[in-house]
């Protein structure tokens, strides 16, 4: 049965006057050709976005301090990345029309990144050149506009890209930078409310509300670094064991160092396309098989009394999302999910119906969301092993997602995987951006 989203992606074609409006094929229906004979098929494969190529830097350190002799700069990493990925597509050059990036943190020093780095790789674009912003969406957002510009034909190849510098910068001027900024500056930032701090929050009442213990929530950290083991991208790759985990010093009680997530410097950068530029190519590629966002309005933890573990935005945006693609929860073979502390992985697993409510940290600590296991979560060894270059985090994900639904994630290949879930979040899982990914036959 065609998903929902084709029907949506049928409709938005019918908004044309005809077909030749939408440029993303060289082989286009005549303008005269009626539009009832055309197949939703026909319709949606013109303009359909897949994905076609990634590449990504491991995540670690990268950036120079401010005085060192010889600098590391933002536009040469990334410019790498994109010949890399373009590579990987088998895309041709001059059919780049769209450029979105997501926006650097404040820390690069290059402004109007987006406009530059198009004029680096010397790209002309009829499509769109931007940046993007959006706290932890910020990857996620470019990825997803850049699949619009496929989607409403104003190219037949985008690229989303971005770049995450940041460990040259004190922890302090961090925290003072941007950590305290992320909550509403008169009501959170007096109480020294960070986001970890959220989370421990978070993870006191799961505990308390359904009886889990800290170790049962920790064990995704072990679960994580033994997916990260095998992940050439990942910033700590060594296993650890749950009573290492629960050793380690309080950042936020009751989150420990390694229950949070890393500094990391990364970039990413992943190449988009049309299903029918895709095929007259012979290329590979991935389908992106639907979408759903829900903002709850209110802005991390708001003033008015809600259920702080429930995750509404992540279960509303996963509800829609599986709608839209005609599936449930139980047809996902693996996830990447937003998860920047242990307990989030936990509480985004339940709210996108992995899990009945409680019961996913146990999940966790008995194999459920290992390799091998019910449902793979995080396989790049997530937030907490791979590493969070926050701005660019969610590319990774894509890029992991990628890899594994072509079948080339190496020792930590999930078998047979065809339907990839990607769950992002902007803060505290106030809003969430979902995408369900599909295997091309």
Not at 376 to 382: D, K, V
Not at 385 to 402: D, Q
Request: some cysteine; aromatic content about 8%.
């Amino acid at each position: 049965m065609a998903s929902t989203i084709f029907f949506l992606y049928n409709t938005l074609f019918r908004l044309y006057d005809d077909l030749d409006d939408c440029n993303c094929g060289t082989t286009r229906t005549s303008p005269s050709t009626p539009l009832e004979n055309i197949s939703i098929g026909e319709a949606l494969m013109s303009c359909r976005p897949v994905i076609i190529g990634c590449s990504a830097l491991p995540v670690g350190r990268h950036q120079t301090p401010s005085n060192a002799e010889v600098h590391v700069v933002e536009h040469e990493l990334l410019a790498r990345l994109v010949v890399e990925a373009m590579a990987d597509s088998g895309a041709e050059r001059e059919r780049v029309g769209a450029i979105v990036v997501a926006q650097p943190r404040p820390y690069t020093r290059q402004q109007y990144f987006s406009t530059f780095m198009t004029s680096y790789l010397r790209i002309p674009c009829d499509g769109i050149v931007m940046e993007v912003l959006g706290n932890g969406l910020t990857g996620a957002l470019a990825f997803d506009k850049a699949l619009d510009e496929v989607a409403l034909g104003r190219t037949e190849v985008a690229l989303a890209l971005g770049i995450n510098m940041e460990t040259a910068i004190s922890a302090r001027d961090h925290m003072m930078e941007s950590m305290r900024k992320t909550g509403d500056v008169d009501f959170h930032a007096p109480a020294g409310f960070t986001p970890i701090s959220w989370y421990a929050l978070d993870m006191q009442r799961y505990m308390f509300e359904y009886g889990v213990s800290r170790s049962e929530v920790a064990s995704v950290a072990v679960k994580n670094r033994g997916h990260a083991a095998h992940n050439p991208l990942a910033q700590f790759r060594k296993p650890i064991t749950l009573e290492e985990v629960l050793a380690q010093r309080s950042i936020v009680e009751p989150l420990g160092l390694y229950e949070v997530p890393p500094r990391g410097d990364g970039a990413a950068c992943v190449v988009i396309a049309s299903e029918q530029y895709a095929r007259r190519r012979g290329l590979s590629y991935v389908i992106i098989r639907s979408r759903a966002f829900h903002h709850e309005g209110v802005h991390q933890i708001g003033d008015v009394p809600a259920d702080m573990i429930g995750f509404t935005a992540a279960a509303t945006a996963a509800t829609a999302g599986f709608e839209a693609a005609g599936l449930g929860p139980d047809a996902v073979d693996l996830a990447e999910l937003y998860a920047p502390c242990t307990i989030v992985e936990v509480l985004a697993s339940e709210a996108a119906g992995f899990f009945p409510k409680g019961l996913g940290a146990h999940a966790a600590a008995t194999g459920m969301t290992s390799l091998g296991g019910k449902i793979p979560i995080g396989t790049s060894g997530g937030l907490t092993s791979r590493g969070h270059p926050s701005y660019a985090t969610p590319l990774y994900s894509v890029v992991e997602l990628f890899d594994q639904l072509r079948g080339r994630a190496g020792p930590r290949q999930v078998d047979s995987a065809r339907i990839g879930f990607l769950m992002n979040e902007l803060g505290n899982y106030n809003a969430a951006l979902v995408h369900v990914l599909e295997a091309a036959k």
